[in-house]
């Protein structure tokens, strides 16, 4: 079975400052997407970005991006430009390409500080 | 834009209780999805559907059991609820093409006690 692991529990940031989100995870598969969601207190699950396991590319979506790195199974978001807006719990998740739901890390809540 | 609908956002059950959480997608989505979340852990995978009358287990799936009768609604049913059982439950959907590429949509969750 896939595993996701975070291994940051809390993270801070300054306001405007960049941080740097950690995910690492568990697969025999070759073929795969990788995800972060973000949850704010309102609970609600908003898709951050996405990457697939067969683009080389990392993945960019305004502010947020990832780097990729297939053959360590490393998968971290940085936030460039933190604004307050961002705070909020991050998770880290992967969705098989063949079959099955989506696995998620246990979750890094980030705080930014103004 | 995809909703998904959960019934309650709160909900108060005693032990030994059978307990429906609802779920409705407007989408026509063909995958739906029930979760746990607790600190710590994360969202861990219960049960998950293809299609009407079709599911699997995921992770966990002991002490639940579920329904799906209709496309847009997929049901998470406690048989007797157990004090451990209290958690935030997150049900989701997502297009089945694309072969994983799509994402899930989340509904808000239910934070269920269980007394």
């Known amino acids: 079975a896939q595993t996701v692991t975070q291994s940051q529990p809390e993270m801070s940031v300054q306001e405007a400052e960049t941080v740097t989100l950690s995910c690492t995870y568990d697969?025999?598969?070759?073929?795969?997407?990788l995800f972060w969601y973000k949850q704010p207190p309102s609970r609600q699950m908003i898709l951050v970005i996405r990457?697939?396991?067969?683009?080389?590319q990392n993945a960019t979506e305004n502010r947020f991006s990832v780097n990729f790195q297939k053959a360590a199974k490393s998968f971290s978001l940085k936030i460039s430009d933190s604004q307050l807006g961002d705070a909020a719990m991050y998770f880290c998740?992967?969705?098989?390409?063949?079959?099955?739901?989506?696995?998620f890390g246990a979750g890094t809540r980030l705080t930014v500080k103004p | 834009d995809v909703k998904v609908t959960q019934s309650s956002r709160y909900l108060v059950k005693r032990t030994g209780e059978k307990v429906f959480l609802e779920c409705v997608q407007d989408?026509?989505?063909?995958?739906m999805f029930w979760y746990r979340q607790d600190p710590g852990l994360g969202l861990r995978l219960i049960y998950f559907?293809?299609?009407?009358?079709?599911?699997e287990k995921g992770d966990i799936p002991e002490g639940y059991s579920v329904s799906r009768e209709k496309k847009e609604r997929f049901s998470l049913i406690l048989e007797s609820a157990s004090t451990n059982q209290t958690s935030m439950y997150l049900c989701?959907?997502?297009?089945?093409?694309?072969?994983?590429?799509?994402?899930?949509?989340f509904g808000n969750g239910t934070r269920l006690t269980v007394t």
């Open positions: 990457q697939e396991a067969y683009k080389q």
């Open positions: 989701a959907s997502s297009l089945t093409g694309e072969r994983g590429k799509s994402p899930l949509h």
């Open positions: 697969t025999s598969e070759s073929d795969y997407y």
């Open positions: 998740a992967y969705r098989s390409a063949y079959r099955g739901g989506m696995r």
């Open positions: 559907s293809y299609d009407v009358k079709m599911k």
């Open positions: 989408m026509d989505h063909e995958n």
